[in-house]
């Protein structure tokens, strides 16, 4: 029912930049904290960066600097600014929309994902 679609991954070199994309369709209930998270093969998936709706983020760590996550709650849409780009960064990067409290549990919905590739 809710559709959330990723777009805007794709190669680039390292020091490159990239911006991600998020648009949120279909949702019956509001949209809470909206971000971005990462698995690398192998590795577990995190936490890139969150946004809620009045505009406080956070970022991991690895990413401080360098990512920016922004978002338009009228449109529930969201981006990943993504610069400085490293090997590190490679992934498959999901969208991630969070609702307010509804029915006494927070529902959530994961776009499929869109692969950012850093490579020379």
């Known amino acids: 029912q809710v559709q959330v679609e990723e777009s805007g991954g794709g190669l680039v070199q390292p020091g490159g930049s990239l911006r991600l994309s998020c648009v949120v369709s279909m949702s019956m209930i509001a949209i809470d904290t909206m971000a971005w998270y990462r698995q690398a093969p192998g590795k577990e998936r995190e936490l890139v960066a969150s946004i809620s709706p009045g505009g406080n983020t956070d970022y991991a760590d690895s990413v401080k600097g360098r990512f920016t996550i922004s978002r338009d709650n009228s449109k529930i849409t969201a981006w990943l600014q993504m610069a400085s780009l490293k090997a590190e960064d490679t992934a498959i990067y999901y969208c991630?929309?969070?609702?307010?409290?509804?029915?006494?549990?927070?529902?959530?919905?994961w776009g499929q994902g869109t692969q950012v590739t850093v490579s020379s």
């Open positions: 991630n929309a969070e609702t307010v409290e509804w029915k006494q549990r927070k529902w959530t919905y």
